[in-house]
């Protein structure tokens, strides 16, 4: 037979620390909480700067191969795409 630790609380003292838990009115949100990031705009600037390196990076790698493409006689979009 298994049983809980010593010192453990069983599912009755659970259940009722649960539903005094629940009767407070300090355990229930604030109901005018603001949500998401208040520094929007300072969130995007970091956001832009932590990916322009790696698309810099990404444009230095791929501009020799259209231009190979282009090179070779493509003209449109869809063309150096394909």
Known sequence: MCSAPRGAPD??????????????KSFS??????????NLPDAAKCGTAAVKPNARRFAANVRPIIDEIIAAGATSHNAIAA
Do not use: I, K, T, V
């Open 29 to 38: 949100p604030p109901r005018s909480a603001d949500l998401g990031n208040p």
């Open 11 to 24: 599912y009755a003292d659970a259940m009722f620390n649960l539903a005094l838990l629940l009767q407070r």
